[in-house]
């Protein structure tokens, strides 16, 4: 096992301290569903709660870093040092309905040599508080699920295969690129799943639990941490077009080291169609 760094062991604090309240909120979620209020409101509470504890304890571990969260936006820190990008509840729809399925997701980011912005993910963690499954890697030290390894799924073959997404809802994403998406992959894979949560996703494609992952309309907080999981797990992320950036959100391909480039060609043969 790598010696788990101080770095991936502040964002742990963080995650599983967030992720106990989020826990205990879930446990009121039942109990909501037949208020005349609504749950609605009280899990954006849950959502704003759990960023702040997180806030907390990584401003108190990296007062000089940076911040990127989902609710609050971007909080400016010392431009030469890192910044974490976090979604506090990743599955907020999930979450509402009672499923046992979200995440609280926590990446570092470094920024560009040449002061231009930002560049690529250097740790991340991905926890999933109802399971207490702690997803973690760091750059070129792996990935891991507390303290054993993963590796992507060995599966070569595609009707073997089981692929993740996310579909399009409510105005969010392309619902006509995405069914010509599957129109074209499901005959051909084992199954499609769809479950709510980006940072799981990706954190089941580094875990070996799916052969692959695609979706759309994302936000860099969905899939940061994810993103650095699957490839240190030895795995492929890319856009649509194949380029591997720092992060993929506005469109995610992931898969095993065998079939990234089979999905990714009949992805691009799918949306010529």
């Avoid at 062991?9 to 599983?16: G, P, Q, S």
């Avoid at 040092?81 to 979200?102: A, E, Q």
Wanted: charged share 25%.
């Amino acid at each position: 096992m790598a010696a788990i760094s101080g770095l991936i062991r502040v964002m742990e604090k963080a995650a599983r301290k967030a992720g106990a309240r989020l826990r205990r909120d879930f446990g009121e979620i039942e109990h909501l569903q037949v208020s005349r209020k609504g749950p609605s409101d009280f899990v954006s509470k849950a959502d704003q709660a759990a960023e702040r504890t997180i806030w907390d304890e990584l401003k108190a571990a990296r007062p000089d870093w940076g911040f990127l969260f989902e609710e609050a936006g971007e909080i400016e820190g010392d431009p030469t040092k890192p910044r974490f990008i976090v979604d506090p509840l990743d599955g907020t729809t999930n979450f509402l309905h009672g499923m046992p399925h979200f995440a609280v997701s926590i990446a570092v980011q470094e920024p560009r040599l040449d002061g231009r912005g930002w560049g690529e993910v250097t740790a991340g963690i991905v926890y999933q508080p109802i399971t207490d499954e702690s997803f973690w890697a760091e750059k070129s030290r792996g990935a891991w699920l507390h303290d054993r390894r993963l590796r992507v799924s060995s599966r070569r073959h595609l009707d073997e295969s089981l692929i993740a997404t996310g579909i399009p809802f409510a105005n969010k994403g392309d619902a006509g690129q995405w069914t010509k998406i599957y129109h074209g992959l499901a005959p051909q894979v084992a199954g499609i799943r769809r479950f709510g949560s980006a940072a799981l996703d990706l954190a089941w494609v580094a875990a070996g639990r799916y052969e692959g992952f695609w979706e759309s309309d994302l936000s860099p907080w969905d899939t940061a941490a994810g993103c650095l999981l699957v490839r240190e797990a030895g795995g492929f992320v890319s856009d649509y077009k194949g380029r591997s950036l720092p992060i993929c959100d506005s469109e995610v391909l992931a898969g095993n080291d065998a079939l990234h480039t089979r999905l990714h060609k009949i992805l691009v043969t799918s949306l010529k169609a």
